[in-house]
């Protein structure tokens, strides 16, 4: 990476952080107004999505129009008023905007599976309070069983999954729960080439609470990159492969997911292959 890309890094950096910072101000009323008047959600509901909506386009607009980061934007049958399930593999913070961009032009806004030390950053925790993100730990706390860990987590992403019957909203799971690395990937020795073992615990949460559809999302990078190299631009444009399809049944969840990966794998293979030729 040259050293004046550092400097865009920088740059865009500061950009997507004060696309954020400009929102908070309103979101802040809005925020306030949804946890202090009985009518406060129904209220406050368009208005932070509008908020929601407008920051994925700023960021668009600098990470597409200004540094040429032009990702696939499949043409998806989901409506606004419809949630939704979104299930992804994940490579770096950058697919967090992929997603973002190729769902809110036309669907519902995505909603994360967050992990629970983000709530005590400033901006972000407010993002996810906001927005009803189900704040999930990854360890069991201080006097915590790890049963009654998960089944906290169960209960905050029920309750997450809950809201979207009257605010909808697309429910990310990035099932592998973490960030592909080679050396993950080594470490782990998982079945698969390109990806990591799948954990079915959030997503089966989410689809019983939300039942479907779910939207299959394929992320692959021609080069190793960094969100930081992803931000200093000059890269070859990312892969995305997006499928609906029906969720499963809950006693088919483990079998489903995997036979997901597979194809995933295979996809990635796919497309190494074609960047060969």
């Known amino acids: 990476m040259a050293w004046w890309r550092h400097g865009v890094s920088a740059l865009s950096f500061g950009v997507v952080a ?15 107004v949804k946890a202090l008047t009985p009518r406060g959600r129904a209220l406050a509901r368009r208005p932070m999505e509008t908020i ?35 299930l992804a593999n994940h490579r770096t913070w950058m697919d967090v905007f992929i997603v973002q961009s190729v769902l ?14 983000l709530a005590w950053i400033p901006v972000l925790g407010l993002i996810c309070w906001a927005f009803d993100f189900p704040l999930l730990r990854r360890r069991a706390g201080d ?7 998960r089944l906290e987590d169960r209960r905050r992403v029920q309750r997450a999954c809950a809201v979207l019957e009257e605010a909808p909203g697309a429910m990310l799971s990035f099932a592998e729960g973490t960030r592909f690395t080679p050396e ?28 479907g559809p779910v939207i299959d999302l394929t992320l692959h990078y021609p080069v190793q990159a960094s969100f930081w190299r992803m931000l200093g631009g000059g890269l070859p444009a990312p892969s995305l492969h997006a499928e609906l399809v029906s969720a499963p049944e809950p006693d088919e969840l483990r079998d489903w997911l995997e036979t997901r990966w597979r194809s995933k794998d295979a996809r990635i293979d796919a497309y190494l292959a074609e960047s060969r030729q």
């Open 18 to 32: 004060l696309n954020l910072l400009v929102w908070m101000v309103p979101l802040l009323l809005l925020a306030g």
């Open 52 to 86: 929601y909506r407008l920051a994925v386009r700023v960021d668009d607009w600098w990470l597409r129009g200004v540094l040429g980061l032009r990702w696939p934007r499949p043409d998806l049958p989901i409506e606004r008023n419809r949630s939704c399930v979104v």
């Open 104 to 117: 809110t032009r036309k669907g519902p806004i995505v909603k994360f599976l967050t992990k629970r030390e």
């Open 143 to 149: 006097g915590m069983t790890e049963n009654e860990r």
């Open 184 to 211: 993950k990937h080594q470490g782990a020795n998982p079945p698969y080439r390109h990806l990591l073992l799948p954990k079915s615990g959030g997503l089966s949460t989410i689809c019983d609470a939300i039942g």
